[in-house]
């Protein structure tokens, strides 16, 4: 096997204000299905490629933003190892108790050094992708919305940006994929745990734990085009593309969901080896690298968080 | 129903429907004044304080507005709809583009 350590991103809990509402947006708009809700109030759903019982949890909040992002670990001695590399890091590590989310094994709870609470775990029940494993069709017919395919990575603002890095990289073996760069100083640094241009990405910033977005993926740029159909005919708040990052190549749109979490959705980005060389952008292609049609930023893009 | 909304800091004015908050009904117009976000109540660079007039609100997170604030007119305009002709001074911007 390969892939060994943490596997992939395997959920994202998200605070938002109004269930009713958000469902409506994760669902309805863009094709996750409700899995499950438990006595807190909260809501777990998947999208529908993944086999996973669920990869996001909707929280019942008067605040925005990321509760937590979980990885996957591909067995309970990573689980421990990880726990040990954190704790050799200097970072205090809790457990969280089998079942505490519904249908997930015990996880090892954590705060990164920019702010964010991060969780691994080795099990989650599997629920399977509504397409049987023997002669399998290409895909579902009762999907909703913009089908989104699976939940893919998440991009953070933070600060002790240096440190959070160096800790992604060595206490959870990240490989680093592409970077944007002042001189000496990394401005934006994309992570990979597997063979993705990015598993989580994170931009400097002088705020602690602040969430950019949860991104999911889509099967093509005509799927994209779909999306952004779908953001205007359901009057959804919409911020930035169709159009193409620089950054991993991929084919995106941005907007937000009825809490202000940004999301994005995308298609036919790049990918990596345990071998592929750093891609760096310098800061003076910034908007290239973040727009690569436009090479503008875009105020909100750049300075708005949840 | 529209009302008058008045931007105290530029002096901006414009119409804004009773069905529309007040930071769709300045964007829709192509009017600019407040900071524009996630327009969903979460990001906080639309703060501003009303100075004068009635509104409806929905929720607005508690990271950007306490409730002490919400009670005296500080408040989300994304997440306010105007009952009245409304006077508003801006609270909320935008961060630098890049920290460099």
Redesign the interface.
């Known amino acids: 096997m390969a892939m060994t350590g943490i596997l992939r991103p395997g959920h994202v809990q998200l605070r938002v204000?109004?269930m009713e509402e958000s469902l409506n947006h994760y669902v309805e708009n863009m094709g996750l299905l409700e899995t499950d809700r438990d006595d807190q109030g909260r809501v777990y759903l998947k999208c529908w490629d993944e086999q996973d019982k669920f990869s996001l949890v909707l929280e019942p909040s008067?605040?925005?933003?990321m509760d937590h992002m979980a990885f996957k670990v591909a067995t309970e001695e990573d689980l421990s190892r990880f726990e040990s590399n954190i704790k050799n890091f200097g970072i205090e590590t809790t457990r969280v108790a089998a079942g505490e989310l519904n249908g997930c094994g015990e996880r090892v709870r954590f705060t990164a050094p920019a702010g964010h609470t991060f969780e691994l775990y080795a099990e989650k029940e599997q629920v399977g992708n509504g397409i049987s494993t023997t002669n399998p069709a290409p895909w579902r017919r009762d999907l909703k919305g913009m089908e989104v395919i699976r939940f893919d990575h998440c991009l953070l603002y933070g600060d002790n940006f240096d440190e959070n890095v160096k800790f992604f990289k060595e206490a959870l073996e990240f490989q680093l994929t592409e970077q944007i760069v002042?001189g000496d100083?990394q401005?934006a640094a994309f992570l990979t745990c597997s063979t993705k241009a990015h598993d989580i990405a994170f931009?400097?910033?002088?705020?602690s734990g602040k969430l950019h977005h949860a991104s999911f993926l889509l099967g093509s740029w005509e799927e994209v085009l779909k999306a952004a159909d779908i953001i205007s005919m359901e009057d959804i708040?919409h911020e930035t593309g169709p159009t193409r990052h620089g950054l991993t190549r991929g084919k995106t749109i941005y907007f937000?969901?009825?809490?202000?979490?940004?999301n994005e959705v995308f298609a036919e980005d790049s990918y990596v080896y345990p071998d592929s060389p750093v891609l760096t952008w310098n800061?003076d292609n910034?908007g290239q690298a973040i727009f690569y049609h436009s090479r503008e930023?875009v105020?909100?893009f750049?300075?708005?968080?949840? | 129903m529209s009302f008058q909304i008045t931007i105290e800091d530029t002096g901006e004015q414009y119409a804004c429907s009773e069905t529309k908050h007040v930071l769709a009904g300045m964007q829709q117009l192509g009017k600019k004044g407040i900071p524009v976000g996630c327009r969903s109540g979460g990001c906080g660079v639309c703060k501003v304080r009303v100075l004068e007039g009635e509104y409806a609100s929905k929720k607005m997170s508690r990271d950007h507005v306490t409730a002490e604030e919400e009670a005296e007119g500080v408040v989300l305009a994304c997440r306010i709809f105007p009952q009245s002709n409304i006077r508003l001074s801006v609270i909320g911007k935008l961060n630098k583009a890049v920290n460099r």
């Open positions: 204000l109004d008067d605040r925005s933003g002042d100083l401005i931009i400097r910033s002088e705020e708040p937000f969901d009825p809490s202000g979490n940004r800061a910034v930023l105020d909100s750049m300075g708005v968080t949840s």
